[in-house]
């Protein structure tokens, strides 16, 4: 095998890696890449090559920025009296495609697993719950996916919480059992967000 060859396959094992891309997706989309190397392959690269540099975790929610603030947490103009929690960053996009959210959100990273050794220390719990005192948050909004998991998660950020006097919600049940936010249409988002009830 020549060094060109290792170096195919090694791209084509890297891209196997990424969701939803098993071996013969990424194997079609490296050839796809190579075909295509001054209009495709180029910029994605530099792209890649600028975020891998660039990108890092607000350090009040948890969000992708590319300063220490991300847009969200530095928009003055956000609802600063509530607090959405989601299990991850891909959900907080997802809740901002809906744009009937302007409060300001926390992502946890995941959720409580015994198994896979996910304490309340791991997830940013009591950082939440100081957060939550330190900015007087009027509610707390509960966005977490509706498995086994996610509500278990839900159930102890309910008990942290409870002696901020902060009230506490989650989405409504439009959102439907198993389901995760990411692959959820705009429109069952926003009809979720304007449910919500006490949980």
């Known amino acids: 095998m020549t060094d060109a060859t290792r170096d195919i396959e090694a791209l084509i094992e890297l891209m196997a890696r990424l969701p939803g891309l098993g071996p013969r997706s990424a194997r079609r989309a490296v050839l796809h890449l190579i075909k295509k190397r001054g209009q495709v392959m180029a910029p994605l690269a530099q792209a890649m090559a600028r975020v891998a540099e660039t990108a890092r975790e607000c350090a009040v929610c948890g969000n992708i920025a590319t300063a220490d603030l991300c847009e969200i947490c530095a928009d003055d103009r956000r609802n600063t009296g509530e607090i959405c929690v989601v299990e991850d960053v891909a959900d907080l996009w997802a809740m901002e495609r809906g744009q009937a959210y302007k409060g300001r959100y926390h992502v946890l990273g995941g959720t409580l697993s ?12 009591p950082r939440l719950v100081r957060r939550v005192t330190e900015e007087a ?57 304007r449910a919500r009830k006490a949980f």
């Open 114 to 125: 015994a198994l896979d050794a996910v304490g309340p220390e791991e997830l940013g719990i």
């Open 137 to 193: 948050a009027r509610e707390v909004i509960l966005a977490l996916n509706a498995t086994v998991d996610g509500q278990t998660t839900a159930h102890y950020i309910a008990e942290a919480l409870d002696p901020t006097g902060a009230a506490v919600t989650t989405l409504a049940r439009g959102v439907p059992v198993g389901g995760e936010l990411d692959y959820l249409d705009d429109g069952t988002i926003q009809a979720a967000l």
